[in-house]
């Protein structure tokens, strides 16, 4: 089996047509660096090209599915987010260009031939949930929790699956609110195609992860092109396109970079809690001056 340095991926051993795909940063919360979303392509290209594998479950290791992107590390830190240019003017397409090969990779999910399920327990959160949404079906605990609570200051979901998945109304409710939802209202939603005590998440996954491998590898890629066909008519191509420079946009504008000095001076702990507080943000001139006065301040240890 290929080995990575964020997950791991193999055959089921009871079931060798299945294949298990873990995040395993389970210290971290199985957050997202650098390395794993090009460890998540190669792994569903790895899962593609074996002829045994008819479906792939995708889950996290420890506590929860995964947390987002490792932002302890990007948001707080003294170094720059590999997109955050803020010792020279910020360059947008050099931007867009990284994120956007994010986006690529996660979508490897999408564009597998061989369905995907996302089996979720603990946070799928921010940039845990495009890995989610992404897979072709969402199993949850019920008490699990999906989200992009950054769409209320700094982020927007790149691969922009909330209004394909969920439609316009309820998408834009979770977008305006940064709000997540459990694994219970998610499936009551549609979002996901099921939700169970969190003791039955492994056999519920698995029973309908056996369910679709019984079906030809050929009839399972040709059911899911169809689908996705769709989906990209209705423009997802283009909707990730403008997302993915949104998300740019929401990182350097007043308000983004305000919460990342905040970030750095306060803690990142800190930053979220008003974050999703619902104590009113900085924006504007407020931000601004706000900046001036952060920056000020040696950043944290």
Not at 57 to 82: M, Q
Not at 168 to 190: N, V
Not at 201 to 207: D, I, R, S, V
Request: proline content about 6%; charged content about 25%.
């Amino acid at each position: 089996m290929p080995e990575f340095s964020t997950l791991r991926i193999d055959k089921d051993a009871a079931h060798p047509r299945i294949a298990r795909l873990l995040l395993n940063r389970p210290e971290r919360l199985n957050a997202i660096n650098d390395a794993m979303p090009r460890e998540i392509r190669a792994a569903i290209d790895w899962a593609a090209a074996e002829d045994e594998v008819h479906v792939i479950i995708v889950e996290g290791a420890g506590k929860g599915f995964c947390g987002g992107y490792d932002l302890n590390h990007f948001g707080e830190g003294n170094i720059d987010h590999p997109c955050q240019q803020e010792q020279f003017p910020w360059d947008p397409m050099v931007d867009y260009a990284y994120m956007k090969r994010n986006t690529e990779d996660f979508m490897s999910l999408w564009r597998s031939p061989k369905p995907t399920i996302a089996k979720v327990h603990g946070y799928a959160a921010a940039g845990g949930s495009d890995i989610a949404l992404c897979c072709d079906l969402l199993v949850m605990a019920d008490d699990a929790r999906i989200g992009y609570m950054p769409t209320r200051v700094w982020g927007c979901p790149t691969t922009a699956m909330w209004t394909y998945r969920l439609g316009a109304t309820r998408a834009k409710q979770l977008m305006f609110t940064g709000d997540t939802i459990d694994g219970k209202k998610a499936a009551d939603w549609g979002l996901a195609n099921e939700s169970v005590p969190s003791d039955q998440l492994e056999a519920a996954t698995l029973k309908l992860a056996q369910r679709i491998a019984g079906v030809p590898r050929s009839h399972l890629a040709m059911h899911k092109m169809v689908v996705n066909q769709v989906m990209l008519t209705m423009g997802l191509e283009q909707t990730q396109m403008m997302a993915t420079v949104f998300d740019g946009i929401t990182r350097h504008n007043p308000e983004g970079m305000w919460f990342r000095r905040y970030a750095q001076a306060e803690g990142f702990k800190a930053a979220v809690q008003w974050r999703d507080s619902g104590e009113p943000i900085p924006e504007g001139d407020e931000a601004r001056n706000a900046i001036r006065d952060l920056s000020s301040r040696p950043p944290q240890a």
